[in-house]
């Protein structure tokens, strides 16, 4: 993945990368390349959420007791 600090950065980079192949008419190579560049960028939104909803119910937790 290329440098995303963020899940906002990753998640406009994914729009970014719709919108250019819905918009133009990208040859292969580069479609290959958007293509894989989206889903890595999805998987490390995925892993994100993933790791942020543990941390909340860990905290919440933390506050139960």
Do not use: W
Not at 15 to 38: A, N, R, Y
């Amino acid at each position: 993945m290329s440098e995303q600090k963020t899940y906002k950065q990753a998640f406009q980079r994914i729009e970014q990368i719709v919108s250019e192949i819905e918009g133009e008419d990208p040859d292969v190579d580069k479609l290959t390349d958007l293509v894989k560049e989206g889903l890595d960028l999805l998987k490390y939104c995925k892993q994100h959420l993933r790791t942020t909803e543990e941390d909340l119910k860990s905290t919440l937790g933390d506050v139960d007791n």
